[in-house]
């Protein structure tokens, strides 16, 4: 094993004495080498418009093209996303975000993929319990015409395809918000910014069943930040940019790059028109480096609480309700908002307690009228969520995320080590029980794929409300210490596990994960 990734039991402690432990580090010297912030904004070169005037945008659902088959074309495309000005973009589907796929639990499907951008590109379904053959590792690169697999060649176990490849994918899953991105080797960060996001949602009969909003009233909310250049397009600081053969961003932007701009659902700052009633609010969190923290407040500053009934990998066992949801890249959460005590004529706004200036607001709701509303939220949301003991788990693992060097300069390691293709950092049996200790040095949202976790503790105290039910995406903040247990049940083969920031997890924090 290597250093950070020993298989051993530490105290639980918190905060710098964390970090501490994992790099044998001095206080003194872990706190000094500790970066003094995650992210750097990035300023757009254009006037920006003034919030809640664009409507806000539904993203279309695919259609099948036969029984359980999908087909998605990624292409250039342009958009107008500010007003009067046009942003070419990489999509699936020519739209951002992507196009939503539906699906229901354990019906597979099929997607076929087809490479028409000018670089390669691998597909990852976020939150997916997926066989590896389409996991989307960085590696099994999809070619466009006429480009060779240049970083492929450094791993000899890449499975490289050339204008299509098909991902499969079981769905024998508990229902939730899963979302697709993709995942190429370096170059992850530039991918999803230029627009390559799309939303997966799986339902079963259980769920339907509950009475929660649905229809018109269910919405999903994909926040994410961006920032514009002068011409219209998107600003990036990447040190290549055609993003083709040098990784990673300019040095002010290591630490993830933060936009001016907060788009939900492709739209900046966008209204919605509701009804006086229950919506279920679908949240994903696709910023690159940007965290959030939530809150739901009315035009007099009256807050609405926001009704937590899902996490990453769905429904929690009951309802948790918050005045404040953090929320970091990659995370999920479905909530449930009243509008019933909101006159019609009022608003809602959606507002960030982390951003400031434009970046505190996020969008608004127009309440229009009263309406019927036979929805409600159940006491028992679910009782299908696992119930792992500590004391089942067959080892404990430490692991230490931090900046470090890598073969490109200064970037982000995980136990010491930058991500290398051909390394096996960690090697399990399928059907094992484990307890992950995971420490930060700055902000980290770490994500396992594959698997869904507990969160068992967070230096050394109980979990935080808003950790309840099952993840697979964890924000770990500044100096702490956080223990989570899952169950590699689902399938052999490689598997990734990294930071979220996407700069960081292109810089090097990503980790190879065998189950064999």
Not at 91 to 114: N, Q
Not at 348 to 358: C, K, S, Y
Request: proline share 9%.
């Amino acid at each position: 094993m290597c250093e950070g990734m020993s298989r051993r039991r530490v105290l639980g402690i918190g905060g710098a004495l964390g970090l501490v432990a994992a790099t044998g580090l001095s206080t003194a010297a872990a706190l000094a080498r500790r970066p003094s912030m995650t992210g750097a904004v990035l300023r757009s070169a254009v006037p920006l418009p003034p919030p809640f005037q664009a409507p806000l945008p539904i993203p279309a659902v695919l259609e099948p093209v036969g029984d359980g088959r999908y087909e998605i074309t990624q292409r250039e495309a342009v958009a107008e996303i500010l007003p009067g000005l046009k942003t070419p973009l990489w999509t699936y589907e020519g739209t951002f975000p992507g196009p939503t796929i539906e699906s229901r639990r354990g019906r597979p499907i099929t997607v076929t993929h087809r490479n028409e951008l000018p670089v390669p590109t691998v597909v990852h379904l976020h939150g997916g319990r997926t066989p590896a053959s389409s996991d989307g590792y960085p590696t099994d690169l999809v070619l466009p015409h006429g480009h060779t697999a240049s970083h492929a060649m450094h791993d000899p176990r890449a499975v490289v395809t050339t204008l299509t490849r098909d991902y499969t994918f079981p769905l024998d899953q508990r229902p939730a918000l899963l979302w697709y991105h993709d995942h190429r080797m370096d170059f992850t960060a530039p991918a999803i910014w230029r627009g390559l996001a799309g939303l997966h949602v799986v339902r079963d009969d259980d769920e339907d069943d509950l009475g929660l909003p649905a229809g018109d009233r269910e919405l999903p909310l994909m926040i994410c930040d961006r920032a514009f250049a002068a011409d219209g397009g998107l600003a990036y600081p990447a040190l290549d940019p055609a993003l083709r053969e040098r990784p990673g961003v300019h040095a002010a932007y290591l630490g993830g790059v933060l936009g001016d701009v907060i788009l939900v659902n492709g739209a900046p700052w966008p209204v919605h028109e509701v009804d006086a009633a229950r919506y279920r609010l679908r949240v994903l969190n696709a910023s690159n480096a940007r965290h959030y923290e939530l809150a739901a407040v009315t035009d007099d500053g009256r807050p609405v609480p926001l009704v937590q009934i899902g996490s990453d990998q769905g429904l929690l066992a009951a309802p948790v309700p918050h005045h404040r949801l953090p929320i970091a890249p990659a995370e999920r959460y479905d909530v449930v908002i009243d509008f019933s005590q909101v006159r019609p004529g009022g608003r809602v706004r959606l507002i960030n307690h982390l951003g400031a200036d434009r970046t505190r607001d996020v969008m608004a709701f127009h309440v229009t009228r009263r309406a019927p509303d036979d929805s409600r939220v159940p006491d028992v949301l679910s009782t299908d969520l696992p119930t792992w003991r500590r004391s089942e788990a067959t080892t404990v693992r430490d692991f230490s995320f931090r900046a470090g060097h890598t073969p490109h300069g200064r970037g982000w390691v995980i136990g010491g080590l930058p991500f290398d293709p051909t390394r096996t950092d960690v090697a399990t049996t399928l059907g094992a029980t484990e307890v992950w200790r995971l420490i930060a040095d700055v902000h980290h949202p770490v994500h396992l794929h594959l698997v869904g976790f507990r969160v068992l503790s967070r230096g050394g105290r109980p979990p935080l409300p808003h950790d309840a039910g099952l993840k697979d995406t964890v924000s770990l903040r500044p100096g702490e210490a956080v223990e989570i247990i899952t169950r590699f049940d689902g399938y052999r083969g490689r598997y990734l596990f990294h930071c979220h920031n996407a700069e960081h997890e292109d810089m090097g924090m990503m980790a190879n994960l065998e189950i064999t």
